[in-house]
């Protein structure tokens, strides 16, 4: 199957800080990416789809100032989290496809983000 | 009510014996099916992906779309302790899932005892 990276797997900030969350397509050029929010024991929540040199779309309720989504090239795509804070902590997990040659969609391996 | 429904579990198992997990769905526009096993702080791993009625078969792994009543389910033959994880149904109002938004279950956490 296709191979989807992210970086960092983990990372520790102080509130107030911003935090950037990098989705890599390695081995396809995915024309779409997702990212998505999981807290323990839940399903995943879809906060935006990100299309390739166009402007993300959000989901209700997801602030898109934010969670800022850059999606500059067919591999790689971008979550910044701005002015983090303790409810903002939890595990970011990406998708990627390509609506051209994949059937579906492949994740990444999650970010776990913790806000102090 | 949830567009798809799946119980939360914990299936427990004996090792050696089959799993079987299903969803249910009220969405009649769902035409591509998808199953993810997800383990513990990880990302969701494709398993099986099918976009119509009947059986698809890929090693241990069964994957069976009832359209009529809106149901799915995977069989998983043969189970192992590292089977343990919880597994994701995911559908697509769209064939072509790679480019648009899935709805996903909430997950059945499985537990396979050696």
């Known amino acids: 199957g296709a191979v989807v990276s992210q970086h960092p797997s983990r990372v520790i900030c102080k509130s107030g800080t911003s935090v950037k969350i990098e989705c890599r397509s390695l081995?396809?050029?995915?024309?779409?990416m997702f990212w998505y929010r999981q807290f323990p024991k839940q399903s995943l929540m879809l906060m935006a789809t990100?299309?390739?040199?166009?402007?993300?779309?959000?989901e209700q309720g997801v602030e898109k100032d934010k969670f800022l989504i850059n999606h500059a090239s067919l591999t790689l795509s971008t979550l910044t989290v701005t002015s983090a804070h303790p409810e903002d902590s939890s595990f970011y997990i990406c998708?990627?496809?390509?609506?051209?040659?994949?059937?579906?969609?492949?994740f990444g391996p999650g970010t776990r983000l913790t806000v102090l | 009510q949830k567009e798809v429904e799946q119980d939360p579990g914990p299936l427990s198992v004996p090792e050696g014996a089959i799993v079987s997990l299903n969803c249910t769905y009220s969405n009649s526009a769902f035409q591509y099916f998808m199953w993810y096993r997800q383990y513990s702080r990880k990302g969701p791993e494709l398993l099986m992906y099918?976009?119509?009625?009947g059986n698809k078969e890929d090693g241990r792994f069964t994957a069976q779309v009832d359209k009529s009543s809106k149901y799915i389910s995977l069989f998983i033959r043969d189970s192992q302790p590292s089977d343990s994880a919880t597994y994701l149904c995911a559908m697509s109002a769209l064939i072509k899932a790679a480019g648009n938004k899935l709805t996903f279950g909430g997950g059945t956490r499985v537990l396979v005892k050696p």
């Open positions: 099918t976009y119509s009625s």
């Open positions: 998708s990627a496809g390509n609506r051209y040659s994949t059937d579906t969609q492949y």
């Open positions: 990100s299309n390739e040199g166009s402007k993300a779309t959000y």
């Open positions: 081995d396809f050029q995915a024309t779409t």
